[in-house]
């Protein structure tokens, strides 16, 4: 794993979300997405080589919905940048890790995404991310 990539939030209402970050990081949102295959929409902050991202549910039944339902508002994972995510999921199977998703898939800010899950981790949920290139055109 080459470094934190970004911290997520769960939050309720982005807008509300995005003002109350700015005034805390003393910085803009610097790009907002919508992720239908996961049912968020997504605003990305950075913080030196950190980045956080908000993300609030699209769907009442939704993952994120359904994690401030159970746990509030507030931290739901961290995520990693791996150089291979293919490779490094295969390590991390390797070791005991389960996967949440057998193949990677494209989540927000042109990433290739898979998550550990949180029983595995102490708790928290783990996201590995590499950056899609520009010429990927297939997972």
């Not at 996961?38 to 919905?65: C, P, W, Y």
């Not at 057998?102 to 981790?121: M, Q, R, S, W, Y």
Request: aromatic content about 6%; some cysteine; overall charge negative.
């Amino acid at each position: 794993m080459l470094k934190v990539e970004h911290i997520g939030i769960a939050v309720k209402n982005l807008s509300e979300s995005i003002s109350l970050f700015e005034k805390l990081l003393n910085t803009t949102c610097y790009k907002t997405e919508e992720v239908g295959s996961e049912q968020v929409n997504t605003a990305f902050f950075r913080q030196g080589e950190t980045k956080i991202e908000l993300l609030a549910s699209t769907d009442e039944e939704g993952v994120i919905a359904k994690f401030i339902e159970k746990k509030g508002e507030g931290m739901h994972h961290i995520a990693f940048e791996v150089q291979d995510i293919h490779a490094e999921m295969g390590r991390l199977a390797q070791q005991g890790f389960r996967l949440l998703n057998e193949i990677p898939k494209k989540g927000a800010d042109n990433k290739l995404v898979c998550f550990l899950h949180p029983k595995g981790t102490n708790g928290v949920l783990i996201e590995l991310c590499q950056e899609l290139q520009p010429d990927a055109h297939t997972l």
